[in-house]
C-alpha cells in the first residue's frame, strides 16, 4: 500500500499564491508518478499537473499551465504544487494520486491522499 498525505490548503485572495504538499509513504516504488487532481462543487475530478518520481517529466493541464508548477523532493517522498495568479475558477478540492504511469486520467491512479480545500475569493 502507498499513503498520501495532502497538506498547504487554505483560503486566498485571487493573485495570490499557495503551495501544496504531497507526502507519500509505503511502498511507494510501486508508483512511478505522482498527479495533482482538483474538483470544484458539482464537477467532475479534473486533473491539473503530474511528475515522474525517477526522471522529473511533467505534464500540466492548460488550464494551469504557466501558474503551477510541481515539483519533487525524492529524500522526503514529497512532491509540491506550487499555485500562483490564482483565480476564483481555481476554487477545489485539491487531490495528490500515485500512478504505475504518467497519465491524466484519473481511473488509473490507484492511491489518494485525503484531499486539501483551496479557496480563492475575486
Known amino acids: 500500500q502507498v499513503q498520501l498525505v495532502t497538506s498547504g490548503g487554505g483560503l486566498v485572495q485571487a493573485g495570490d499564491s499557495l503551495t501544496l504538499s504531497c507526502a507519500a509513504s509505503g511502498r511507494t516504488f510501486r508508483t512511478s508518478t505522482v498527479g495533482w487532481f482538483r474538483q470544484a462543487p458539482g464537477k467532475e475530478r479534473e486533473f491539473a499537473a503530474a511528475i515522474s518520481w525517477t526522471d522529473g517529466r511533467t505534464d500540466y493541464a492548460d488550464s494551469v499551465k504557466g501558474r503551477f508548477t510541481i515539483s519533487r523532493h525524492n529524500p522526503k517522498n514529497t512532491v509540491y504544487l506550487r499555485m500562483t495568479n490564482l483565480k476564483p475558477e481555481d476554487t477545489a478540492v485539491y487531490y495528490c494520486?500515485?500512478?504505475?504511469?504518467?497519465?491524466?486520467?484519473?481511473?488509473?491512479?490507484?492511491?489518494w491522499g485525503q484531499g486539501t480545500q483551496v479557496t480563492v475569493s475575486s
Open positions: 494520486a500515485a500512478a504505475r504511469t504518467m497519465t491524466k486520467r484519473p481511473t488509473e491512479y490507484d492511491y
